[in-house]
């Protein structure tokens, strides 16, 4: 996918943006570390650790965390990479899903309550780790792609993972971005992480990396609206990037591939 240049380009771009110098090793510190919550094929954790970067990855979906660590064998890069079959939440527990295998690699979604629909998908049980427990060191990078459940991410508990190490960068699809809670959300971590600035930007799926142009363009500055709690401002996209230094929006940079 990374050759053909058509899977998710511009958070591909920002990838390389943030990776091109924080993997470097740092006297002292050692490679940066990304921390992939959602792994799925592990396109962006074998990117990461292309760079240079230690990656600490979640997938508790069996048959795509299946494909991700062939991928990482085949990129050579499993002394750099970590994948735990498990999901993430606010408190320790068991988690469970349904592989109906109706979508991509097998369909997810919630097991049905009491009274629910039946489902003819296989019921997965897998364990379910906070973010302060599960890391314990600085990051250069969060991704988080949990389809939904990423206020289960960021819940209370995480604010500890933010006072004792903190992320530079946090790349988060956020479902439902408009309602109170995902706004709250979105609230707490600009607060927590000590963010300087969150921006919103739309996904150009299955289009070629050459064809998004300027990156930063593509970038809207909602800081003030999430610090506010302006939640009568709406949001259009669903891709957000927390940073910890603002990006210079008026001096336009095209990225590009590395060889890496």
Not at 168 to 185: G, H
Request: hydrophobic letters at 45%.
């Amino acid at each position: 996918m990374m050759d053909k240049n058509v899977f998710a380009p511009v958070e591909t771009l920002i990838f390389q943006h943030i990776l091109s110098t924080g993997c470097a090793s740092v006297a002292g510190a050692g490679r940066g570390l990304v921390v992939d919550v959602g792994v799925n094929m592990g396109y962006f954790a074998v990117m990461s650790a292309a760079h240079g970067c230690r990656v600490l990855g979640f997938e508790p979906n069996p048959k795509p965390r299946a494909y991700a660590l062939a991928s990482i064998d085949l990129n050579a890069v499993s002394h750099l990479v970590t994948i735990v079959a498990a999901g993430m939440n606010h408190q320790r527990g068991h988690g469970k899903m349904v592989h109906d295998f109706a979508w991509g690699l097998g369909g997810v979604s919630a097991v049905p309550s009491a009274g629910g629909a039946a489902s003819t998908g296989k019921v997965i049980e897998f364990p379910l780790v906070p973010l302060a427990d599960a890391v314990r060191e600085h990051a250069l990078l969060i991704k988080v792609d949990t389809e939904g459940h990423e206020a289960s991410v960021f819940a209370n508990t995480s604010e500890a993972f933010f006072q004792r190490h903190g992320a530079d960068n946090i790349l988060v699809e956020i479902k439902q971005f408009n309602s109170v809670e995902k706004r709250e959300m979105m609230f707490n971590i600009l607060t927590w992480g000590q963010f300087a600035a969150v921006y919103v930007y739309a996904e150009m799926y299955a289009r070629r990396i050459d064809e998004v142009g300027d990156v930063f363009q593509k970038m809207l500055d909602v800081t003030d609206v999430v610090r506010s709690k302006k939640f009568d401002v709406k949001f259009q996209h669903e891709d957000f990037w927390f940073v910890k230094d603002k990006l210079d929006l008026h001096s336009p940079r095209k990225f590009s591939r590395t060889s890496k």
